[in-house]
């Protein structure tokens, strides 16, 4: 695979293979498949790591990411062996090592949000625990009417960690997020979409025909506009109306720039 616009190399075929992952590179589409469909696309550390890698290496030209599931479901969550001894779980003691532990993983979610890319989950099945989380790391969900959304952490024990309770509570409310994540019980597609989960629905056979048009659509945009908009978009849930406005006119300011070469600046 190719040198990255910031000069790292993305992580080779054979280690995305071991973490049960595939990378797919096609000018400004790149398209990561969860790939261990036998264990339905449970996740490990190594898979975590690995797709934190992947985000800081992605090539400059890559616009759109797309997330997706092989096999029959888009991921069971956590690979439960994790649990288990030897799975590399910190017990908590060392608060400083633990944090550290938890922050390197939270890298594999948090680059979805970067502003130069867009990033969709194609959701199928069942999207579990991390695997929901996952999904609600990417900016718009195209899910199959198959889906299955399930926040089980809590039924688990332990709290959702992986990046998703701030995109969940900030799509269904504090009082829906509770209830999802506490009771654990599954979100089918209609309620899904009626909740703002999914911003597109579309018969199991047809997910990725569904992708496929979301992803023209959003390369049909100005490359300049989609970065500045989706930059502005995000910071307008922590700002108030003046703070927003102000943001929109930063934002506005370099795109006339870039459009017209003035010297609104
Ligand atoms: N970890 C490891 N292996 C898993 C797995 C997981 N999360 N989910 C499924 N598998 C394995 C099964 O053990 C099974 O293996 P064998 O063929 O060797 O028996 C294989 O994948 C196929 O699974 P099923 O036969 O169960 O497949 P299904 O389609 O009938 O059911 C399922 C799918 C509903 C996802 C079910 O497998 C299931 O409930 N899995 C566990 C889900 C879970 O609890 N995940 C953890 C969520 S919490 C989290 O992710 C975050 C956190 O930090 C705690």
Redesign the pocket.
């Known amino acids: 695979m190719g040198d990255a616009g910031n000069g790292t190399a993305l992580p080779d075929a054979a280690a995305l293979a071991e973490a049960g992952l595939r990378l797919d590179v096609d000018g400004a589409v790149a398209t990561v498949t969860l790939d261990r469909p036998?264990?339905?696309n449970?996740?490990t550390f190594a898979l975590w790591r690995t797709l934190a890698a992947i985000g800081r290496s992605l090539p400059a030209d890559v616009r759109v990411v797309v997330l997706r599931g092989e096999g029959?479901?888009f991921s069971?969550?956590?690979?439960?062996?994790m649990?288990s001894g030897g799975g590399g779980f910190p017990d908590g003691a060392d608060a400083a090592a633990t944090d550290r532990f938890i922050a390197e993983l939270q890298e594999g979610f948090t680059w979805l949000r970067n502003p130069e890319i867009v990033t969709v989950a194609a959701v199928h099945?069942?999207a579990?625990?991390?695997?929901?989380?996952l999904a609600l790391s990417c900016d718009i969900r195209v899910v199959a009417d198959d889906v299955?959304f399930?926040m089980?952490?809590p039924a688990?024990g332990?709290v959702?960690?992986?990046t998703g309770t701030k995109p969940l509570v900030e799509a269904v409310g504090l009082n829906r997020a509770l209830e999802l994540c506490l009771t654990a019980r599954t979100v089918l597609a209609d309620e899904a979409a009626r909740l703002g989960l999914a911003e597109i629905v579309a018969p199991a056979g047809k997910l990725d025909e569904a992708v496929d048009d979301l992803v023209a659509a959003l390369l049909a945009v100005n490359p300049g506009a989609a970065v500045a908009t989706k930059r502005l978009l995000l910071e307008a849930p922590g700002n108030d109306l003046a703070a927003q406005c102000a943001a929109e006119r930063r934002e506005q300011r370099g795109r006339l720039r870039e459009m017209f070469g003035g010297q609104q600046g």
């Not at 069971?76 to 062996?81: F, R, V, Y």
């Not at 579990?128 to 989380?133: L, V």
């Open positions: 036998e264990r339905r449970a996740m029959r479901s069971a969550g956590i690979d439960l062996k649990f099945g069942h579990i625990g991390a695997g929901f989380q299955k399930c089980k952490e688990l332990l959702p960690d992986l």
